[in-house]
């Protein structure tokens, strides 16, 4: 098992370098100058060229690449071409407030999901398994830029329990991170109950309630216990989904996140922050990926990773 | 198996518990501080390196330059009490005296001089080092007089007295960033978090009296309707221009909240490609005016918020000119140009068009609005529109190539009418300058070369307003409408007084009256 997490921690390199190479082609190929953006309107076409002959855009993309990898090896992100300071300052200051989101949506969902799911299985086709499943279908039908006012008038306007954007405290966290894990909750409470109702039907259920365990028991410990594999796997591949659609919550929510961050780099075509954020974002995949599979053995030790 | 509620209720009073453990919000803002809604981030507060429009209206709190434009666009002394041009390559400024920086530190010749010389070096890499090109030298005469030499004459060169002044030693962009800089504006910088706000502390000592309000707070709020939420719960005061028309209409019978409309001098207008082989035809040109009904998207789209535009400069501007031709809503006298420029409508009312056009805009909404309304007016002669929407950073990237038919933009922050040079000088064709459309006529040429070397205001407004009446006969571009600024503030603040260049300059006058009653 070390060395399949050796090969996996090896992996991020390639996967790694195949994201940052690939981004990196696409946006220099998508017509817009940063130059343009860096120097404004007036600037004399002299001008423009000397700073794109300075900070070496007038260079072969191929020599670009190299220097961009060089630079990146030497742990050295470059200088955002817009904003003021290094990527990795604009990083470091936006990502804690993504993760911040990232973390409390998937909490939400979590939190949500697993007694939703589990009482819809224990009750099928009871008022509470509509109830589940109806919620789990709203939440698949509203996309955050409707949920998310939905949310700020009946919460923030109409009750004024809750602020309606920005990042202050607590308070703040709610509405947005309620908006971004409604999908990952609708989601999850139909995989939660799905598993549960398939393992529920197995031979080691019966032999359990044999021995005269409580069915509470019985559903908590021995079903959901083996039916979270797949649930595992839902949560890790929607983390990903909960980075990119962070990017619409934090517009709608005025939230200083990694997500706005990328929009705008890519809107002045500041290639050195895409490439940062693009970065952050891969790895925060992998991450999360890597920890999944850790969690598959955990939750089921018969899970093997080769020799 | 035995249902039990217990299970209901623990997972209820979970949920319960939290929210009620939840801390209150701390209020979100400190007394006496005005909460202002932006749409987009704020990037170099520093005058040397600000462009977007909120850099530079939030910078001119901070910081003072030597002279303000007015409502005219018209200079105005701030720092500078006067000047006088030596010679037509020599201007001369006589500072204030008694005017410090928020530190405590004087103001004065040498901070200019450090400021301008500072956007001159090119390891700087200052967006405006350009428009200081013919600037020479600067030299600081004694602690309170300036000179500045330029090595040609050149008159729109005072327009660049409105840079904001830093004290000397200001690191450069990337030095440090920017929560230290120190103006002498009548607000100070308490905080700069981009993407999320910008604080500003009053200047009790500023010299030209202290402000009326505790400080300002810059939200960050990049979406429309929540900009409008955050008005209506009370958390936000303030909203310039960032409102959409269709949003307006929520505040209008909303007692606690006034709005202004002023006539603004953000110009819209549509571009065309004159290398094109139809679009070079000045017929087809003015079929194109006069088949746009401006007042009808005016009136629909728009919400009544701008007024049909006769050329770059608006009303409000010293050398604007009133008396050129404006070609109203006029489809037969459309269809009837066509006929005559050779493009007959090949089966009448039927579905083959006269020819065909492509016309860029990028996603946002009410530009797709547009963009569609325009297409359904030139159907109606003959004129068939290819709409092609496109993210912001490519659209302008071919905008600035020339690669396009029709597109239509805004020019925004108009001072001096020598933009015309930029706009339609042959020698500013892309990439050399704005002129986008390629637009060539030597009669223009020498008027704009006359322009920019007179150091006369008189002979200037003579020589502008020759320039605009041509553009309106030749029609380069269609002049389509100057947007109206908007302001949506609460009923108890008083003394804002809205610029034409929506200029926030005014808030330092500004006092909150008394609490409002809840909406």
Redesign the interface.
Known sequence: MKRYFTNRLLLFVPTLMGSLTLVFFLIHF????PV?V????????V??E??RQ?LGLNQPLGIQYIRFFSALLQGDLG?SL????TVAE?IL??FPATMELTLAAMGIALFVAF?LGI?AA??KNSLMDRIALLFSLLGLAMPNFWL??LL??IF??EL?W???????????L?LPSFTLGMLMASILIRMVRSSLLETIHEDYIQTARAKGLS??RV?LKHALGNSLLSVITIVGLQFGALLAGSIITE????W?GIG??TI?A????DYPLVQGCVLVISTSYLVVNFLTDILYHLADPRVSYGP | ????PF??LV?AWVWVSLAGC?????P?RPAGYLVIALES?P??LDPRYA?DANSVRIGGLIFNALTHTDQHARLQPELAERWEAVDERTYLFHLKKGVTFHDGKPLTAADVKFTYESVLE?RN?S?????L?LLKAVDAIGPYQVRFRLSAPYAPFLENSTLGIVPTGTPS??AS??NSLIGSGPFSLEQF?????VVLKANPSYWGGQPGLSGLVF?????A??RS??F??G?VDFIQNDIEPDNLIWFKKNTNASILTQQGTIFQYLGMNLDHPILKILEVRQAIAYAIDREAIIRHLLKGLATPATGLLSPSHWAYERSVPYLPYDPEEAKRLLDHAGFPDPDGDGPLPRFKLSYKTTTLDLRRRIAEAFKEQLSRVGIELEVRTY????F???I??GNFHLYSLSWVGITDPDIYF?LFHSSSIV????NRGRYRNPEIDRLLERGRNSLSPEERKQIYSRVQKILAVELPTIPLWWAKNVVLMKRNIEGFVPFPDGDLISLKNVSIASPLPPS
């Open positions: 998508i017509p817009g100058d343009e860096m120097l404004g309107e007036t600037a004399s076409s001008d423009k000397a700073l300075e200088r817009y904003e003021q300071g604009l200051s936006r007694p009482l224990v009750k998310g006012p700020m008038i923030s306007i004024g809750l602020p309606v954007s920005g990042r202050e405290g607590l308070a703040h709610i069915e509470w559903w517009t709608i929510f005025a200083p706005r961050l705008q890519i809107q002045t075509r | 198996m035995k249902f039990k299970f209901l997972f939840l801390p209150s919000p701390r979100d981030n990037t170099h462009t090119p890499r967006p405006k080092r350009a428009t090109r962009r990337g960033g920017e978090s981009p993407g999320e706000k939200k960050m709020i990049p979406d309707i929540v939420l955050e209506k719960k958390t993210e912001w950073g490519t302008y990237g071919d600035q190539k930029n990439p050399y300058g704005n």
